[in-house]
């Protein structure tokens, strides 16, 4: 067996092959760093100004044809905003008169709950009819003999399904009231903290700034308005803030992508050029955090339903049920099948219905009500905050004098004690 020890038994040929391979492979390797580069510069091109590839367009294309092919019920969204209710006084004692369940009965008619449902209340009324007919014509040998009956005696199956139904429906509602309470609660904290900051703005704030103070003011007024047209999609928020911002403001703000993180930022900027101490100014900035929070909490709350499989199997649950249900109720029901089916099928899909309504709060909510509260608040107080400041000013004048003037004496008290306690000075003595 022969073993080569040294370089000089290599052939030439073989050598020239192993530094031709050598060159080629660094030649890839290097060819592999220029291509992961250049692939490195496209992706960080793609994530400063993203762009829909063709591959990506296939990729999304079932998702945005599917939501390109839903149908935009208009009178049901024109209505929401009829819902956008702010009890008075005279509306709880309404709420809680005994003629309310007259009330409601007399106004079914009139109910958007039951317009909305005008399809499939229609659909599974034409469907009771035609099994109450066929079913008719059938005993009275109107039909070919060879006509089945399409009726079936399913008591036990609609029993034992019925408390499935009942918990989806009951998740479905108790889930879309959690969403619709949250909003609220939201909204009331940014009413709070709204007034808060204008608050204190005009106390905190030297009352030379009044320019400033009433920037602070226009800003925060701005902040629920600019946040409510950034949740829903049928305002103009241009002509929201006519009167509230300068025009010059308005062009500014209207030039951002994210409109109430940029009100955040003017105000965050007030705050940090603002001649105040730094634990005032902690406070206030605690102020803009919490409404950072809040529009943050909206923005998950508009962008993400409750999980769409919940939804389409409750849906589809509810129709299997309803549809089924006249050709169980004949044979104990005979014609009346008919309006019991329809009267079911309304207590059924309206439970349903309600929970898919409140779902989405944003555009039920009366945000416009909430707005209009907070920028009289802080009109208000900014209006009698001169006045308050000559209230109080006398009273703090003579606080602070007497603190003052009890300060010297116990300054001048405390001279004395020294002086009586202290040590004699010897030297001088003798």
Known sequence: MIRLTSSSCVSPLFATDVHQRQGDRHRSIFTCSRLLARE???????????KVTHRHAIRCKPVAAASAGLDRDPEKENSRKYRRTVFTFENWAAHRSQKRYQRHILALLQSR?????????????????????????????????????????????????????SLLLVFRTNTSYSRWNEARTLWGGITNRSRDLVRQAITFVPAEEDELVDMYKRWTIAYSRTLMCHLRDDEDLAKVLEGTLRPEEIKQLMSSQHRPNYILLVLSELIEHTDIVTPERFRMDQNLTFLHDAHGACERLLKTPIPLSYTRHTSRFLIIWL??????????????????????????????????????PFSILPLEAISDTIKGNCLEMRSYSNDIKELVSPVAMRSTSNRNGAGNGSGKKQSADDHAFATPDISSTN
Request: charged share 15%.
């Open 40 to 50: 490195e510069r496209a992706n960080l091109r793609s994530l400063q100004h993203p």
């Open 113 to 165: 709950i039951v317009r909305g449902l005008i399809q499939p209340l229609g659909g599974l009324t034409a469907l009771a009819t035609f099994v109450a007919v066929y079913e008719t014509l059938r005993e009275m040998h109107q039909l070919p003999a060879f006509a089945p009956d399409i009726t079936f005696n399913l008591t036990t199956p609609f029993s034992s399904t019925s408390f499935a139904l």
């Open 323 to 360: 549809t089924a249900m006249p050709f169980t109720l004949w044979k104990s029901c005979g014609l009346a099948m008919i309006p019991a089916t329809g009267v079911l099928a309304f207590l059924l899909l309206a439970i349903e219905e309600i929970g898919v309504q409140i779902e989405e």
